[in-house]
């Protein structure tokens, strides 16, 4: 089985891209679904989350309302948050990895909004980074109910940066045209990855990704 990891900065289009696979076949586990799932049903995560940071529980679960006023007011406590968190959503993943595995699956996709960031991408065959123009980017986020410009460059400075992502990436899916461009891309990664020729969408490390920085 050929392990994939996902992933792309905040507006590029991930989660579309996820689906996308998912409509092909390809087995999908979720980062951020997982971590609801832990935060409302994993006791020792809500036990070490009420120790570090207080009063965060609402009707028994981690209630992100609370832990987002916290981390606002201390940046630096993302640092413990994701100490705590990544252990138990890695724990998840190889938990999930195996089922499929033991399932027969081909292919199986790991959507991880902090890839590079937390180092997972170690633990994958190939990854697959989304990317998008700048300003496509930009459009997309603040067009999003709440979202200011401070908050979207807050949220930037804490991802790697998507030059670098598609420099350090297997395949780069450009989700800027349309939705089906994007799943013609889809569709090439997995043909190469299921008959061993590679597809013309394939970034080819530093040589055929745009440079957008």
């Not at 696979?21 to 586990?29: I, K, L, N």
């Not at 799932?37 to 009707?59: I, N, Q, S």
């Not at 998840?92 to 595995?101: G, K, T």
């Given at each position: 089985m050929?392990?994939?990891?996902?992933?792309?900065?905040?507006?590029?289009?991930?989660?579309?891209?996820?689906?996308?696979?998912?409509?092909?076949?390809?087995?999908?586990?979720?980062?951020?679904?997982?971590?609801?799932?832990?935060?409302?049903?994993?006791?020792?995560?809500?036990?070490?989350?009420?120790?570090?940071?207080?009063?965060?529980?609402?009707?028994?679960?981690?209630?992100?309302?609370?832990?987002?006023?916290?981390l606002?007011?201390?940046?630096?406590?993302?640092?413990?948050?994701?100490?705590?968190?990544h252990?138990?959503?890695?724990?998840?993943?190889?938990?999930?990895?195996?089922?499929?595995?033991?399932?027969?699956?081909?292919?199986?996709?790991?959507?991880?909004?902090?890839?590079?960031?937390?180092?997972?991408?170690?633990?994958?065959?190939?990854?697959?980074?989304?990317?998008?123009?700048?300003?496509?980017?930009?459009?997309?986020?603040?067009?999003?109910p709440?979202?200011?410009?401070?908050?979207?460059?807050?949220?930037?400075?804490?991802?790697?940066?998507?030059?670098?992502?598609?420099?350090?990436?297997?395949?780069?899916?450009?989700?800027?045209?349309?939705?089906?461009?994007?799943?013609?891309?889809?569709r090439?990664?997995?043909?190469?990855?299921?008959?061993?020729?590679?597809p013309?969408?394939?970034?080819?490390?530093?040589?055929?990704?745009?440079?957008?920085?």
């Amino acid at each position: 089985m050929i392990r994939l990891g996902l992933t792309g900065s905040i507006g590029m289009g991930k989660s579309t891209i996820a689906k996308m696979f998912a409509d092909e076949g390809v087995p999908v586990w979720d980062a951020d679904e997982t971590v609801h799932r832990l935060y409302a049903t994993f006791e020792p995560l809500k036990a070490a989350l009420t120790e570090a940071f207080g009063d965060v529980l609402t009707e028994g679960a981690v209630d992100r309302t609370k832990l987002s006023a916290i981390l606002r007011t201390d940046p630096e406590k993302y640092k413990t948050l994701n100490a705590l968190v990544h252990p138990a959503t890695v724990d998840d993943r190889h938990d999930w990895l195996a089922q499929q595995s033991a399932a027969g699956a081909k292919l199986a996709l790991s959507d991880i909004p902090l890839l590079f960031e937390t180092g997972a991408d170690k633990a994958f065959d190939k990854v697959i980074v989304v990317t998008a123009p700048a300003e496509v980017q930009a459009a997309r986020v603040l067009a999003r109910p709440g979202m200011t410009e401070v908050k979207f460059h807050e949220i930037l400075s804490r991802q790697t940066p998507d030059a670098e992502k598609r420099t350090r990436a297997d395949f780069v899916i450009d989700t800027s045209l349309n939705l089906e461009a994007s799943r013609q891309q889809v569709r090439a990664i997995i043909d190469s990855l299921t008959s061993g020729q590679k597809p013309q969408s394939d970034s080819q490390r530093d040589h055929d990704a745009p440079d957008r920085s």
